[in-house]
């Protein structure tokens, strides 16, 4: 008969529970599992569903702006901006310092404008006191005209609260030349997406892409056009073992 084999085990990653079972030692297996949550709402986090967690990864995406409608006069133009992208945030967090329940909030982007009303704000995402920001609406504040004219994009979303925060990217400004060509401004980008294009033939404004970005600006050229929705916002959870 062969003698038994001798087997030696690394102790940085290994351990040798009360029961005599080799098992992993917390912290050294990596990450484990990736929770996202994309859908605009309320949800939690129950540390106690993940009994091995030592520590996560929670970056948080704000909602981006809606650009506002535009509704030109006959033989007249609007142009609208863009609306602003939503801001970031990012914290690694220890497991020892979570909360038995975490509150998830994922903001929606903000609503389109009708006729010649803004865009609606985007909403704020959060994971506990991890918050980003969403971005401002796009403005209504050109008037039906044929006289050149020029309006500000929206200001991107500030920075929240976390280990690393950053703004959302501001919306481009819209451009009147005469009654019968204009430009009308991009959505602001976000960490996760790109704001809506800016437009020179007339229409609704564009729709953004990935999460958080501005929609961009409805272009009126004497016929109604609605704006866009912004984009809305993410939270993803990377947890560690």
Do not use: H
Not at 133 to 155: E, I, K, L, R, Y
Not at 193 to 204: E, M, N, V
Request: aromatic letters at 8%.
């Amino acid at each position: 008969m062969s003698p038994l084999a001798s087997v030696c085990v690394c102790d940085d990653y290994f351990e040798v529970d009360d029961d005599g079972t080799l098992c992993l030692k917390a912290g050294t297996m990596g990450m484990r599992e990736r929770l996202i949550f994309v859908t605009p709402g309320n949800f939690t986090f129950e540390k106690a569903d993940y009994p091995w967690l030592v520590r996560i990864d929670v970056q948080v995406q704000g909602g981006g702006g809606g650009s506002a409608g535009a509704d030109a006069a006959a033989g007249q133009c609007i142009a609208r901006p863009g609306g602003g992208g939503g801001g970031y945030s990012r914290s690694l967090i220890e497991a020892s310092a979570l909360g038995a329940v975490e509150a998830i909030v994922v903001g929606a982007g903000g609503a389109a404008g009708v006729g010649n009303n803004p865009g609606g704000s985007g909403m704020a995402s959060s994971f506990g006191g991890v918050v980003a920001n969403g971005g401002d609406g796009g403005n209504a504040f050109m008037t039906s005209g044929t006289a050149p004219d020029a309006v500000n994009g929206a200001v991107g979303a500030p920075g929240g609260v976390g280990q690393y925060t950053s703004g959302g990217g501001g919306s481009g400004a819209a451009l009147r030349v005469s009654g019968t060509a204009g430009i009308s401004g991009a959505g602001g980008n976000s960490f996760f997406g790109f704001g809506g294009g800016g437009r020179g033939d007339p229409g609704a404004g564009l729709a953004t892409r990935g999460r958080g970005g501005g929609a961009g600006g409805a272009l009126s050229y004497g016929a109604a056009f609605n704006g866009n929705d912004g984009g809305g916002g993410m939270v993803m959870i990377d947890l560690y073992g």
